[in-house]
């Protein structure tokens, strides 16, 4: 429930009028950096555990990842209302601009890791098959990183610092794999 919060004060300051000249580019922005940190927090989990034995990542990873995928729709829905929910304008926009062409990508690619969050889908669709669907959240990972450096007009040291975030997490899980090949 904490991590509808954000999602709670962003109404409220919406309510007030708090949001500047343009609130839904606010609310925009907004919800996009949190599903951007929440995702790396998700991949940090694993990381975390291995490297310091704390098991308590691996419980929150699911909720963090749902919680991605939350503030990801609400950003796509926000997108949608500044354009007016106008289908042909929003698959232009899709088609033409790369920056709008990957964040819809990493949104597609998280809708099958959130319908298969459950235990429900680990079981029907065996392990293996499950755990090789969900490494699509790297792709959706680099996408949303890239997303986020093409959004940004002036100061790229914010999406720089979630690269290298996004690499180190993707280093360690390397060397770990690597690891228990050996």
């Known amino acids: 429930m ?11 300051d919406a ?9 839904i580019q606010r609310a925009i922005l907004q919800t996009g ?8 927090l998700s991949l940090a989990c694993t990381p975390l555990r291995t490297l310091t034995g704390w098991t308590w990542p691996a419980r929150i990873r ?8 939350f503030y990801a729709v609400l950003h796509f829905l926000l997108y949608l209302l500044d354009h ?4 042909a304008v929003v698959l232009e926009d899709v088609l033409e601009r790369p920056f709008v062409t990957v ?3 990493a949104l597609v690619l998280m809708l099958p890791l959130a319908l298969t969050s459950g235990r429900g889908a680990v079981r029907r669709l065996g392990f293996q098959r499950w755990q090789r669907l969900h490494q699509l959240v790297y792709v959706a990972a680099g996408l949303g990183v890239l997303h986020f450096w ?24 390397l060397i770990r794999s690597r690891r228990a090949r050996a």
């Open 2 to 12: 904490g991590g509808l919060v954000p999602a709670a004060v962003l109404v409220l």
């Open 15 to 23: 309510q007030m009028g708090a949001l500047g000249a343009n609130p």
């Open 33 to 40: 950096l949190l599903a951007l940190v929440l995702l790396i």
């Open 62 to 69: 699911k909720a963090l990842g749902l919680l991605t995928f």
């Open 84 to 87: 007016g929910f106008t289908p």
């Open 103 to 105: 964040g819809f990508a």
């Open 150 to 173: 093409w959004g940004v007009k002036k100061d790229h040291t914010p999406p720089l610092i979630a690269a290298l975030v996004v690499m180190v997490l993707f280093a360690v899980r």
